[in-house]
């Protein structure tokens, strides 16, 4: 990785967006599997204090789901792509899919999945995700089934494409909407925004925070809209600890 990659020094005047898996923790290979260590959330707490609060987690996981890996402590959340957000206020915003589509959808897959168990389907409330990371030979398959009944669900859903999961959501809400809505709200309001995502479904917060002149990062290889790069979760970890160090 080029020394042009790395992104600047952060600073605790700015507005931290942060990916959960691939990004501050390793991808297991079921969601049951997560695993968020105390060092971690440590990290994330010094750093929340430390910047007045301006410390949100952007995820694709449901926000219950971060909640209990987070115990005590509470953030500003985003779950689902940005389905559901929990402000700095405790506020919740959700945008609901139809539950009539979702539950033909869910029909629809039943048989499939008896007949390829290794693929997983991960109902998270407000969308539904096909994890085929046991069986990545299906990966073609996955991805065109899954955008056969976003489109024959008729109910402004889409294909949301990620790694090793092809995820059925609501159209028009996505990581970068979630982010300008935190970044009109305090503690984010008139700070430079900070996104760190690893995934393609974190290229619409990338493609938001570039077009605030924000520090958008991309965590491992791979093409991207992202400005900066860093090398893995151990390199993120590292990267936000230099701005609790920064402030001592």
Known sequence: MARADLPPAPQLDWAFFLDVDGTLIDIADTPEAVHVDAALLALIARLHRASGGAVALVSGRALSFMQRRLGRLRLPLAGQHGLERR??????????????????????????????????????????????????????????????????????????????????????????????????????????????????????????VNRLHGISIKVGSGRSCARFRLRDVAAVRTWLGAALKAGD
């Open 87 to 208: 402000d700095a206020k405790g506020r919740m915003h959700v945008r609901r899919a139809p539950p009539g589509a979702k539950r033909a959808i869910k029909r629809a897959l039943t048989p499939i999945l008896a007949r390829h168990p290794g693929l997983l389907l991960e109902d998270k409330g407000l969308t539904l995700a096909l994890h085929y990371r046991l069986a990545p030979q299906l990966a073609a398959y996955a991805h065109r089934l899954m955008r056969q009944l976003a489109a024959a669900a008729g109910a402004g859903l889409e294909l949301q494409r990620g790694k090793r999961v092809a995820e059925i959501k609501p159209r028009g809400i996505d990581k970068g909407a979630a982010i300008t809505a935190f970044l009109a709200e305090p503690p984010f309001k008139g700070r430079r925004p900070v996104f760190i995502g690893d995934d393609l479904n974190d290229e619409h917060g990338f493609a938001a």
